[in-house]
């Protein structure tokens, strides 16, 4: 069965902290993993998108790794702000369809 | 200039009530969506079209019925509306072909269903 699991569930740190958000998959045949932000009442937002083949994709202060053979992501924020708190979604790709992880809930205290 | 817009964006209805839910994008793409998110936040595929043709249909129920009058619209209707039923629907699209997923779905706001 495919399944992916976030965790922490919860987050809350000062502002300025760096900090990991993990993401880890029973299903290595992936064909690619995306991480998404929901913010309360709305929709998502892709933040990133890692292929197979990929071991990291960068944006701004977001690093996302991908490591296949164990399963596992990573999404990694640099200086935290305020405005980055939110629901954080891992969603992993197999065939043509996104399996999503129950998403990690990040508040950033200023 | 919304790229993905579903309507309504609230809905409560009563058990048994039949509605439909209506999304539209406007980037161009091939491939559209509808996804579940119910109350524990978790987020599951239900069908996706590509070009007006059904992709992906998972194990929901077939009181959901799904209509792509052309490949920039994706409607949801559901019949005979169960208190199960209440979550959060989220319409997506992407520039995704009928192969493995390889490029990123844009999401609309989504709509909230309580049956009551």
């Known amino acids: 069965k495919q399944e992916v699991t976030q965790i922490p569930a919860a987050l809350s740190v000062p502002e300025g902290e760096n900090l990991v958000l993990n993401c880890s998959f029973t299903d290595s045949a992936i064909y690619n993993l995306q991480w998404f932000r929901q913010d309360p009442g709305k929709g998502l937002t892709s933040l990133l998108l890692?292929?197979?083949?990929?071991r990291e994709q960068t944006s701004g202060r977001l690093n996302a790794s991908l490591d296949k053979s164990s399963g596992r992501s990573t999404l990694y924020i640099a200086a935290s702000q305020p405005g980055d708190s939110a629901t954080y979604l891992c969603?992993?790709?197999?065939?043509?369809?996104?399996?999503f992880g129950a998403g990690t809930i990040l508040r950033v205290k200023s | 200039d919304t790229a993905v817009s579903q309507t309504p964006k609230y809905l409560v209805t009563q058990m048994g009530n039949d509605k439909s839910i209506k999304c539209e994008q406007n980037l161009g793409h091939d491939t559209m969506y509808w996804y579940k998110q119910d109350s524990k936040k978790f987020l599951k595929i239900m069908f996706s079209y590509n070009n007006k043709e059904l992709i992906i249909n998972e194990t929901v129920p077939n009181r959901f019925s799904p209509k792509s009058p052309d490949k920039a619209h994706l409607n949801l209707h559901i019949n005979s509306l169960e208190l199960g039923d209440s979550a959060v629907y989220f319409c997506?699209?992407?520039?995704?072909?009928?192969?493995?997923?390889?490029?990123?779905?844009?999401f609309g706001p989504g709509t909230r269903l309580l049956v009551l």
């Open positions: 890692i292929q197979s083949s990929q």
């Open positions: 969603a992993v790709g197999y065939g043509n369809k996104l399996v």
């Open positions: 997506a699209s992407s520039q995704q072909g009928r192969g493995p997923l390889r490029e990123t779905q844009y």
